[in-house]
């Protein structure tokens, strides 16, 4: 596949329609990232722009590889009324996101205290596989939740109003019908609301180590002295429930033997079951919101306890795998698309009704996570964004190494003794977590963020690297 | 051998054995759990009974599967064995022993059961599946 793509610059590959593709592919990536990105990737990619009522491309951010129908890193548009909605392009970890926090609480203060405070959010916050939150929610509080998301949390005590429009969405979407979510999602999502996961998933305490737009990073108010917070976990069991039943759904009404891939499975946008689809995949989304708020107000708390009285300040929190409908130019007009970003972040410039006012002048915070022993970065939307990539930039480093290879070659406490080396603290559910998530394992995410500051869809904003990492 | 892991960058893809399907099934559930935790550590304290139906073999992996998972997150279930499975029919039975999780150390997450790459072959009977991680 890769001897087809045309460089149409640095930065920007081409794939030209052709077979039942409805319209070209288009990579957004460096020759240095093309080079590792798998064969079946760009396939994958070439199989999404044969999906009805794909608009202009199907798109590939800077850090795509092969995923299950979609690729990861995949964006693509579908007309709401000709169109398709998919499973497989929001992922089966919906609302998988990220949230950054400012701090009053110096590198040095930190550093005092750090295994106290790394403790003490361990204790505080539930994490690791299947394990369950601290508190039992009854059907009646999740259907609250699937409706209100991070409305819902903060009404009940897990932080403050002001948190809510620094969440993309405002900390909610809406139309999520509880109905449409099945009760054995349900029953996977109620005792893990309010917990961590495994994994990929990961809480970071990090410190500031390059500021690029001080303009910007002012606004933000990333003050370089004081350490960032991020918080990294998605939808959680409910999530994943909804994606594999709406999947089995699609594929019992439309069947999947037209299609290229099982897992390209879709339903039309206005169908019964497209509409069902998108409800319960927002009602996940504002689960996954609530989440992500209950463990920053539980991070809020140990800090108190930790420092006394602390400033902990939501910057933004944004979505990694989501479909949304969304207002974009197409063809000189505006039209109503559903915009599907799997493993992709939301990057949308100055200006738009969907950036809280505090950031309008400026674009939305994106927000982009690397490995544990990497840097993560904080990047700020563009204008340029909304007009050839659908608002969405890249959304963090890909794995280069399978699970299985990693456990094979590396030890866990290497891997902590190298991380403490070089400055930081890892506390996790077990060694083997450490060996699955070691930072070799991941793709250069330096690389990625450049290509999208290059490309101009998402510009580089402020760098940090961890001091602190919790995993489940 | 049971179950073996193949190559598979961002998720795993395992290949479970058996002399019957069952028992390719059986070893496909010990092979997925064997990538959250140490398995031959669980203790078989607690039975859990149910059925899945699939319309067809893959439909009924996956589902058999899924239920394990099912079982994991809604209420910590952390297989140590599976004691008693049947298939008839495109339906299934099973009796799984196991623990709860929190008495364990864990690691990866399994996230989801795919039909990616999914392969069931006949006599010698094996299962291949990728599992969401």
């Known amino acids: 596949m890769k001897e087809k793509l045309k460089k149409l610059s640095n930065y920007e590959f081409e794939l030209d329609k052709e077979g039942s593709m409805k319209v070209p592919a288009k990579l957004f990536i460096s020759e240095k990232l093309l080079k590792d990105v798998e064969e079946n990737a760009i396939q994958q990619l070439v199989n999404v722009a044969t999906l009805r009522g794909i608009q202009k491309y199907a798109l590939a951010m800077p850090d795509i590889h092969s995923g299950y129908g979609f690729p990861i890193g995949g964006v693509a548009a579908f007309d709401v009324n000709e169109g398709i909605i998919s499973p497989g392009g929001v992922g089966y970890d919906i609302n998988c996101g990220v949230r950054v926090l400012s701090t009053n609480i110096s590198v040095e203060e930190f550093l005092k205290k750090r295994t106290e405070i790394i403790n003490e959010i361990y204790k505080n916050v539930p994490s690791g596989v299947g394990r369950e939150g601290k508190l039992k929610f009854s059907k009646d509080v999740l259907a609250e939740v699937i409706e209100k998301g991070a409305k819902w949390a903060i009404d009940n005590g897990y932080g403050i109003k002001e948190d809510l429009q620094r969440i993309e969405e405002y900390g909610y979407m809406k139309g999520a019908n509880f109905h449409d979510i099945s009760s054995k999602a349900i029953q996977r999502g109620m005792p893990q609301l309010g917990s961590l996961g495994a994994g990929n998933h990961f809480l970071e305490i990090q410190q500031v180590e390059q500021i690029f737009n001080e303009k910007i990073s002012n606004v933000f108010e990333i003050d370089k002295n004081n350490v960032t917070i991020m918080i990294h976990c998605g939808s959680r069991g409910l999530g994943h429930q909804v ?62 306890k930790i420092f006394g009285k602390s400033k902990l300040n939501l910057i933004y929190d944004v979505c990694h795998n ?151 | 051998m049971k179950y073996k892991f193949l190559e598979h960058k961002a998720d795993a893809k395992f290949q479970a054995f058996g002399k019957t399907l069952e028992e390719a099934f059986s070893n496909a559930a010990l092979a997925m759990f064997s990538l959250m935790t140490d398995i031959k550590k669980v203790k078989g304290k607690i039975e859990r009974k149910f059925n899945v139906k699939g319309y067809d073999k893959k439909a009924l992996l996956y589902n058999f599967l899924e239920e394990l998972l099912f079982l994991l997150d809604s209420e910590g279930f952390l297989l140590y064995k599976i004691k008693k499975i049947k298939i008839v029919n495109n339906k299934l039975e099973a009796v799984v022993v196991g623990d709860k999780v929190s008495n364990y150390e864990t690691h990866g997450e399994v996230k989801a059961v795919t039909y990616n790459e999914m392969e069931i072959k006949e006599k010698p009977y094996m299962v291949q599946v990728v599992v969401d991680m």
């Open chain 1, 243 to 304: 994606a594999s039943d709406y999947i089995k759904l699609m594929e019992d009404k439309y069947g999947y033997k037209d299609l290229p891939d099982r897992e390209l499975i879709n339903a039309p946008v206005n169908s019964d079951l497209g509409k069902k689809y998108y409800s319960a995949m927002i009602g996940s989304v504002n689960f996954a919101f609530a989440n992500r708020q209950m463990i920053m107000h539980w991070i809020r708390e140990s800090f108190d």
């Open chain 1, 322 to 472: 989501v479909a949304k409908i969304e207002k974009h130019v197409i063809d000189n007009s505006l039209k109503e698309v559903c915009v599907h970003r799997k493993g992709a972040s939301r990057s949308f410039g100055p200006r738009r009704d969907e950036v809280p006012e505090i950031y309008r002048n400026i674009g939305q915070p994106v927000i982009i996570p690397g490995s544990m022993g990497t840097a993560s970065y904080v990047l700020v939307g563009t204008k340029k964004a909304e007009e050839i990539s659908f608002g969405s930039t890249a959304h963090g480093a890909g794995r280069v190494c399978s699970r299985s290879a990693a456990l094979r070659t590396l030890r866990g406490e290497n891997i902590r003794n190298e991380l403490s080396k070089k400055g930081i603290e890892v506390k996790a559910g077990s060694w083997k977590s450490i060996a699955e998530e070691a930072p070799q394992v991941y793709k250069d995410i330096d690389e990625v963020v450049r290509v999208s500051h290059e490309v101009g869809i998402g510009n580089l904003v402020v760098k940090v690297k961890p001091l602190g990492v919790i995993k489940g």
